[in-house]
């Protein structure tokens, strides 16, 4: 078992059973420089007057010390640790250096996962900058400047050239006219992107033809493309030479499901002998559960149809245009207006209400795809046995590997294959149109425990907020890793003279009816709030419905006064919205889930918080109603150990907005009073940066 106590190396100069340098080695490591070594070099660089603080100008943090010191401890030792470092500490350079050192000195590549791509960017343009320059700085480190470090997306993010060059051979047999032009567009582009990211593209490309050009599994192999023809084999060759791979959860848990790790008894979670980094581990639990099921829409499976046969008054479009005959491409016709049919009538058979819809009994829907999809891929296979190796036949196989992806899923979802899996249908976009089969496991701590901590090998796991209590055990057994070593470090800011608390004893409580919140209330206290300060708030809602509310009920009064409102969901993304709130300085940004986590806008154009409710997840959504139905059976309470720790976690991610910096100052104001009155509401009020806050009414 990984958790097994491992014979103590002494690592620290603290120890009283100090080795010798030459016996520093670590058993079983490719290390080409002694552990102790590495160690003492990480020493000098964090500890007071030390490398950072003289050559950096860095301010010596205590914390950021001890948090590099037990990360390089646990990778030498290839042991997991759970670190929680609170907002300030500087836990990306307190990994990172140890890191980079650690790498070099071993010959063994560092994977760093972050939460987002932005955040991805953010290590490479600012902190890895600020490392090399680092390691430049002191002749004793200068030999870690040299390190070499790759930035890997999906493969979707990436401009495959061989495949453009198919598309514009072919670009009347599979677009209309205004797709042709993109076509083009994205062509021009190609002649002068380094990095073949799409994200580079702006406007960002139509998907219908961004679908065709994009780097894939199966048509992006050696025979067809090289690094010099395809962005992402050439992110891939890059990855070969580095030191340091960084790469973002939605990558590494899509390679996680789909079973990438080394093989035999190779040590590594994605490449051989590598160790990692989770960055944002709180988020672990929701990402997993999202990966390791099932989403399978009808979108997704007609645009797979579609890149076979489109039919068409004036040309028609299609793989199978030039390779398939009549009967085929009939075959394809008319599953497309049965796939149509079929998700049409799940969503009036199951979503009438509008809200996901948890399926408990097996052949709960007819499967009236089953046979088509069996008897078209059969199709396929007859057709590519025809065709000569190449592009267009690798083209038609990817699409054939899809479809018989979809009808597995479709089978499942029908059959309810998985007893320890929860399955259910969902409706999104507008008015829910899209449909969606979805699953999810009941637990994602074995899944885990497999991928990620049996892997034997050195992986940090930290965050701001890990702990769901007092401590962090609820959040590792969740995980898979109940044994794991974990320690925890405070934030270094002065919150009593940086944050005024402001908690409203006589806010009304939600709906006994639908959970709805006062919005009128809300109007009302936001405004006023809002008006109190100079510079912008950032207003957290739990719910879409309750922000869409306030939204229309304030938009006339902050208009009459002048004050530029923002709000999710109205037109801007994410990223627009954060640019356009930091920018007026003044604003009003009302956001729900993906708003109280992740944004950083220090100084005065974020001076406040405003919690408009305790972030309890929603108890009938399935995967909470399985798991909480899991919990009961088995004689445990779901609320205190399902809803109340993650709420707790999502609680202290909301707090962590307001101060970013040491000369930051706001104010935190909460309008739900249940943190006063209800039992559970002392623990909501122990994990508040500090314990002086003001009723108000």
């Not at 007057?49 to 401890?73: D, I, S, V, W, Y």
């Not at 090289?226 to 973002?248: T, Y």
């Not at 796991?461 to 794991?484: C, I, N």
């Not at 972030?615 to 004689?635: L, M, Q, T, W």
Request: charged residues 25%.
């Amino acid at each position: 078992m990984c958790f097994l106590p491992l014979p103590r190396i002494p690592l620290s100069p603290h120890h009283p059973d100090m080795i010798g340098l030459n016996d520093a080695f670590l058993e079983g490591s490719v290390a080409k420089i002694p552990a102790q070594e590495t160690w003492e070099a990480v020493a000098r660089i964090f500890k007071k007057e030390g490398t950072l603080q003289k050559k950096m100008q860095l301010e010596h943090r205590p914390q950021q010390e001890q948090m590099a010191l037990r990360t390089l401890e646990a990778w030498q030792r290839d042991q997991p640790v759970f670190f929680e470092a609170g907002t300030g500490v500087g836990k990306s350079l307190a990994y990172l250096i140890p890191g980079i050192m650690q790498a070099v000195s071993a010959e063994r590549p560092l994977v760093v996962s972050t939460h987002t791509i932005a955040l991805q960017e953010q290590i490479e343009t600012k902190d890895l900058s600020l490392c090399r320059k680092l390691f430049q700085s002191d002749p004793i480190l200068a030999h870690f400047a040299k390190f070499r470090h790759a930035v890997l997306l999906g493969r979707g993010n990436y401009l495959c050239g061989t495949r453009l060059k198919q598309a514009l051979k072919t670009r009347t047999e599979l677009f209309p006219s205004n797709e042709q032009k993109e076509l083009e567009r994205i062509a021009d582009w190609a002649q002068t992107t380094t990095t073949g990211l799409r994200q580079e593209l702006s406007p960002e490309p139509l998907p219908e033809v961004w679908d065709w050009v994009q780097a894939d599994g199966h048509s992006c192999n050696p025979r067809n493309c090289s690094p010099k023809s395809c962005f992402f084999r050439k992110a891939r060759e890059a990855v070969r030479d580095s030191n340091l791979i960084i790469v973002n959860h939605s990558l590494l848990f899509a390679l996680l499901a789909a079973g990438h790790f080394p093989t035999g008894d190779v040590p590594g979670i994605l490449f051989p002998e590598d160790f990692m980094v989770i960055d944002e581990a709180h988020t672990l639990p929701a990402i997993a559960t999202e990966y390791f099921g099932l989403q399978i829409s009808g979108l997704g499976l007609r645009r797979q149809l579609l890149k076979l046969y489109h039919p068409h008054k004036r040309k028609s479009r299609g793989l199978l245009v030039k390779n398939g005959d009549p009967g085929l491409r009939s075959q394809v016709m008319i599953l497309t207006d049965e796939v149509e049919g079929f998700f049409e009538s799940v969503k009036q058979e199951h979503l009438g209400a509008g809200r996901p819809f948890r399926l408990r009994v097996a052949d709960w829907h007819e499967n009236s795809l089953d046979i088509p999809l069996r008897d078209l891929i059969h199709g396929i296979c007859k057709c590519e046995s025809r065709m000569e190796e190449g592009a267009e036949r690798d083209e038609l196989e990817g699409v054939r590997r899809r479809l018989q992806a979809y009808r597995e899923g479709i089978n499942e979802a029908l059959q309810i294959s998985d007893p320890e899996s929860v399955y259910w249908i969902e409706g999104t976009g507008q008015q829910g149109k899209r449909v969606h089969l979805r699953s999810a496991p009941l637990e994602v701590a074995g899944p885990l425990r497999e991928r990620l901590f049996e892997r034997n090998t050195g992986l940090l796991l930290t965050s701001a907020t890990l702990a769901e209590g007092p401590d962090m055990d609820s959040f590792k057994r969740k995980v898979g890793a109940p044994e794991a070593d974990s320690e925890q470090v405070a934030s270094p800011f002065d919150y009593p003279l940086q944050m005024e608390i402001l908690i409203h004893e006589g806010a009304p409580g939600p709906s006994s009816e639908d959970g709805s919140l006062n919005t009128k209330f809300l109007e009302k206290e936001i405004l006023r709030l809002a008006c109190e300060v100079k510079g912008g708030s950032l207003v957290l809602f739990t719910s879409y419905r309750d922000l869409l509310a306030v939204d229309k009920g304030l938009r006339p009064q902050c208009s009459r006064l002048g004050r530029p409102l923002f709000s999710q969901g109205t037109g801007m993304g994410r990223s627009e919205l954060l640019t356009a709130f930091r920018e007026t300085g003044n604003g009003i940004l009302l956001g729900t889930d993906s708003f109280w986590t992740g944004v950083d806008v220090p100084g005065p154009a974020l001076s406040q918080v405003i919690i408009t409710r305790l972030p309890f997840e929603n108890p009938s959504h399935p995967i909470a109603e399985a798991r909480g139905e899991k919990c009961r059976e088995e004689g445990r309470s779901a609320f205190s150990e399902l809803t109340l720790p993650a709420a707790l976690v999502k609680f202290r991610q909301g707090l962590g907005r307001l101060i970013r910096n040491q000369t930051d100052e706001g104010r935190l104001a909460i309008l739900d009073s249940r943190i006063l009155s209800k039992p559970y509401g002392r623990l909501f009020l122990d994990v508040l940066p500090h314990s002086q806050y003001k009723r108000i009414s």
